[in-house]
């Protein structure tokens, strides 16, 4: 029996890399994603999975949009095995914080936090079962910011410390890790009407330690692994794949 992985924000940029990737290697996968025309491209794109694929218009801020995804899941599949809170947005027009309307302030800690709860909450019970995984994607603006991020930077610190809540929460049961991803070029992984073709130069590679921006790639490896069984020893941990960035001292010369 194929796992069933549930991928939020699963129809553009890593989550998309992430789906198609796990899609490959055999894995029933449910997109879960809000953005109604990457929905329809990744049905199109992933055509040839349908066995295994399962996409859902699904806003991971709204209890009831997370209750359907989690039940269409298990009508379809009928177990779930990991899941991937992925789905997130950044800070509305970067606005100062003194300018930042409460609004946005909410707009971004609903859809950045409490969707990653919401949907923990939902799948947690089909996870103790299958004794499964959760990797929440977080962001190296968890650890360093630049300004006027406040609500996603503090979104993505609230991320990292979910994560070690939950992994003591729930025991043996289910393992909780995190990813805080640095710079990754998803200029390919974006739906039609806003791909582009990449902009990376030679600087913005070579500043990285590991010589090179990150890929979406990077970020699917580290998902795999964490939800198989040789993480088994592994729970509450967050890994940082930014090339080496923030282990980097940078002062003006």
Same mark, same amino acid.
């Given at each position: ?67 359907? =995804? ?7 599949? &009928? ?98 890790? =995190? ?35 990150? &890929? ?38």
């Amino acid at each position: 029996m194929s796992q069933t992985i549930i991928v939020t924000g699963g129809a553009q940029g890593i989550g998309k890399c992430a789906s198609q990737y796990l899609l490959n290697q055999g894995y029933n996968v449910v997109i879960a994603d809000v953005d109604v025309e990457a929905i329809k491209e990744c049905s199109h794109e992933f055509n040839q999975f349908q066995e295994h694929l399962l996409v859902i218009k699904t806003d991971t801020s709204q209890e009831e949009s997370v209750k359907e =995804c989690v039940e269409n899941t298990i009508n379809k599949f &009928k177990h779930i095995h990991a899941l991937v809170n992925n789905a997130g947005i950044s800070n509305p027009n970067n606005a100062p914080v003194e300018d930042l309307a409460l609004e946005d302030w909410h707009k971004v800690i609903e859809t950045n936090l409490t969707g990653y709860f919401l949907m923990s909450k939902y799948a947690i019970p089909h996870l103790r079962q299958s004794k499964g995984a959760i990797v929440n994607i977080a962001s190296t603006r968890a650890l360093q910011s630049e300004p006027n991020t406040e609500a996603y930077a503090a979104s993505k610190g609230a991320i990292v410390a979910l994560t070690h809540a939950l992994a003591i929460s729930l025991g043996s049961d289910v393992r909780v890790n =995190c990813i805080s991803p640095g710079w990754i070029d998803v200029s390919q992984w974006s739906k039609a009407s806003r791909k582009q073709e990449s902009n990376i130069r030679e600087i913005d590679n070579l500043q990285h330690p590991a010589g090179r921006v990150g &890929k979406p790639e990077d970020i699917a490896l580290m998902i795999e692994y964490l939800i198989s069984n040789a993480a088994s020893f592994i729970t509450g941990q967050n890994f940082i794949i930014d090339g080496g960035m923030t282990k980097k001292m940078i002062y003006e010369e």
